[in-house]
């Protein structure tokens, strides 16, 4: 079955300092990936998706992501974070197994910004 | 567009009472699914719609649970009866076709007395 571990449960920056929440997964085949942002009080919000292709991927907010096949990496970048990206980040991971489409998000990483 | 529209917000209940969680997914998605959000086990995929016919509902705690979708513009969630240990937030999402991302809800925090 498919997994995904975010190794780093809670991560602190300072504003304007770059940042990349890690993001491993486990899948026999080739996935399709996703990153999600959750405020508090709030449902998930798609950052950006990888399902083929070029391997960085631009999400909004400034975000970008890179599938590593070989490191079964899907791994969140940001050059310069501001105060309101203070949030709760998920990767999360797509299958089709037996005709079910299958997606399990990993524990998540909350990111705390410091002023 | 409203996004996925979910009701109600909150919800404190007894243990014991029934609980109907509701949602109205995005006009046009065929693909509805259903999210439990806890502190313990993170985001857990209960169940699943594809054009208002469960596909998966291999996630539902038990059969105290129940998921139904009735049309394609909405969807219920009902726990009976309810668990002090079924406290959690409850997510909807839909998508457009299969593996088109996930549009969430805002939720439903649910709290079992």
């Known amino acids: 079955a498919q997994s995904v571990t975010q190794p780093d449960i809670h991560i602190t920056v300072s504003e304007g300092a770059s940042l990349e929440l890690r993001c491993n997964y486990s899948?026999?085949?080739?996935?399709?990936l996703f990153w999600y942002v959750q405020s508090p009080g709030q449902g998930l919000q798609l950052l950006l998706k990888y399902f083929s292709g070029d391997t960085l991927v631009q999400g909004i907010k400034g975000f970008e992501a890179e599938f590593k096949r070989s490191q079964s990496s899907f791994n969140l970048r940001k050059p310069s974070v501001h105060w309101s990206d203070a949030a709760e980040y998920f990767c999360?991971?797509?299958?089709?197994?037996?005709?079910?489409?299958?997606?399990?998000f990993g524990q998540g990483t909350r990111l705390t910004i410091n002023p | 567009d409203a996004g996925v529209i979910q009701s109600p917000r909150h919800e404190v209940t007894e243990m014991g009472q029934e609980v109907t969680l509701r949602c109205k997914p995005i006009?046009?998605?065929?693909?509805l699914f259903w999210y439990r959000q806890t502190m313990m086990r993170g985001l857990e995929l209960l169940i699943y719609?594809?054009?208002?016919?469960?596909?998966?509902d291999s996630g539902m705690p038990e059969d105290r649970f129940s998921a139904k979708m009735p049309n394609a513009s909405f969807s219920t969630l009902k726990i009976q009866p309810s668990e002090p240990r079924d406290s959690a937030v409850y997510f909807c999402a839909s998508s457009l076709y299969f593996r088109t991302p996930l549009h969430f809800g805002n939720g439903t925090r649910l709290t079992v007395t």
């Open positions: 999360a991971v797509g299958a089709t197994i037996q005709g079910a489409q299958k997606l399990v």
């Open positions: 006009s046009g998605h065929d693909y």
């Open positions: 719609f594809n054009n208002n016919v469960p596909i998966d």
């Open positions: 899948y026999g085949a080739t996935p399709y």
